[in-house]
Structures are given as C-alpha cells and as structure tokens.
C-alpha cells in the first residue's frame, strides 16, 4: 500500500488562491489532511515579521475541522497531453520532512482526486464515504455521509503498479461534504 495524491478535476487548478504552503513540525504524507494555524514567523525583514502565505500545520483536532489537504510539490511535475503528472524518482509514498515547506490545496465542493490506500486508516469502499479523523491525517472510512464536516465519495478503485510491481490500490474520490 502506498501514499498518493494526484489531483484531478479541482478548482486549485484554476484559482491560484485555493493554494498555500505550510510547515508541520512532524513528517506529512503526500495526501494527508492538516488543518493550518498561524502564519510562521518569518524574520528576515523584520523581527516580528510572518510569512505572508506560509502557515503553521497540524493533525485535525476533531472530525469536523476545516482541512486541506498536501500535495507534495518537493518534485518536478508538468502536463502532458493534458494530464498532470508528478515526475521524479518516486510516483508514490512521497514524505515531506519535518519543518519542510509544502503545498496545500484548499478544497471545494466537487473537487475531484486520487488517493492511494495508504492515506486511509482503513480500505475504503467503492460508493461509500470517507472523513477526517481527530488527532489523524489519514481519512477514515465511514459507510454513511457524517452529519457535518469534510467528506468525499469514494468513485473507483484502481490498482497502483511500479513498472511490474503492485503498489495496492488508489481511490477516485470527490469531495460531497466540506
């Protein structure tokens, strides 16, 4: 199983503020949900001074917490033929490293992705749902819509391979619930 965030149908393709970096002080997954705090304190004109679009990131506190999720921008990636894709020595299990910057989305309503198994707690299913989860970054699956908070539907499962090498799965997902 494997850690994977590759962006699909989202509005952060098309509005440039729907992205943000962030600094978590622990190691973040590409594909895992953090909630962003403060801007970091940046010093380098000022002593008091912040960053002006890099904020603090932590796990969710509890379910219903707005978060974004990370898409790992430590590589190179680009559009080929119309398809965005990540290109570097790994395609999967990316980690930013703790106190590294990353790249946020901000999601919206209808914000398509893929997701691999790894980024959940537990195997999702096809035509059921999936929410944040207290003190986690990982998506919980749940089999009914939760009352409030981030949510997305579960739209089809793939197999993810290396060159010959089965990966386990990866997840179309949608965002029905934010």
């Known amino acids: 199983m494997a850690y994977v965030f590759k962006e699909g149908k989202m509005a952060s393709n098309v509005l440039?503020?729907?992205?943000?970096?962030?600094?978590?002080?622990?190691?973040?997954?590409?594909?895992s949900l953090v909630v962003l705090g403060d801007l970091v304190a940046d010093t380098t004109y000022d002593a008091n001074?912040?960053?002006?679009?890099?904020?603090?990131?932590?796990?969710?506190?509890?379910?219903t917490d707005e978060?974004?999720?990370?898409?790992?921008?430590?590589?190179?990636?680009g559009d080929i033929a119309g398809n965005h894709y990540k290109m570097g020595k790994k395609l999967y299990d990316l980690e930013v490293p703790a106190g590294e910057p990353m790249r946020v989305r901000r999601l919206y309503l209808h914000d398509k992705f893929w997701l691999g198994a790894s980024n959940f707690a537990t195997a999702p299913t096809v035509g059921q749902y999936a929410k944040a989860?207290?003190?986690?970054m990982t998506h919980t699956p749940a089999a009914t819509l939760p009352e409030s908070g981030y949510a997305i539907k579960i739209l089809v499962a793939n197999d993810l391979t290396a060159g010959n090498t089965s990966k386990g799965k990866i997840y179309l997902c949608e965002v029905v619930q934010l």
């Open 16 to 31: 440039d503020v729907a992205l943000a970096n962030a600094i978590a002080q622990t190691a973040v997954k590409d594909g």
């Open 49 to 63: 001074g912040k960053e002006y679009d890099t904020y603090v990131a932590t796990a969710p506190a509890a379910a």
């Open 67 to 77: 978060v974004v999720i990370v898409d790992y921008a430590g590589i190179s990636s």
């Open 133 to 136: 989860t207290a003190s986690a």
